[in-house]
């Protein structure tokens, strides 16, 4: 014994260490055999197993971020504009200066509110027109569908090895999953 530690404890780190580095070293690794790989028949990973539309053809990994920044322009915005004009009204209701602030609050949430509108139809067309790119999807789905298993393997597997990220890992398998075309 070293040092007054167990034996089996440093022994226990190693393999620890080990089954993290091979875990986060097979992922490119898994990557890399489903793009040189077969990607047909019995091998070829299931496409679609995260993302299912409305129906339309969604381009894979496009689409998807785009519907995220139509969230966030008609969601978000809204709300980070509301919060920005609460500040400016208690820092007027602070100084006794609400008389001067509320015209700037009231302007505050016109101005989001035509550009969350502006936003939110320019997103609209870019997503419409993005669906013409759903030609890379069987090129692609096959990759996004092998990074979220070996994300959701990994972190099932390996989940004590990789503590406290065991299950951190294995969520982003749905969130890889969600990027897939449809």
Known sequence: MRSGKPAGRSSARRRARWVSVSAWASVPALVTLVAFGPASGADAPSANSGNTGSGSSNAAVVTPLLDMFDFGDTIGLPLACSDAGS???????????TAATSP???????????LAAQGDTYLRQAITESRSLALINPYVDPLIAALSTGFSTV??????????????????????AFFEGT
Request: hydrophobic letters at 35%; one cysteine or more; proline letters at 7%.
């Open 104 to 114: 700037l609050v009231t302007q505050l949430d016109v101005e989001c509110a035509q």
């Open 155 to 176: 972190g099932t597997q390996y989940g004590p090895s990789l503590a406290p990220f065991g299950p951190t890992v294995a969520g982003l398998g749905g969130t890889v």
């Open 87 to 97: 500040v400016v009204s208690i820092i007027g209701g602070n100084t006794q200066t």
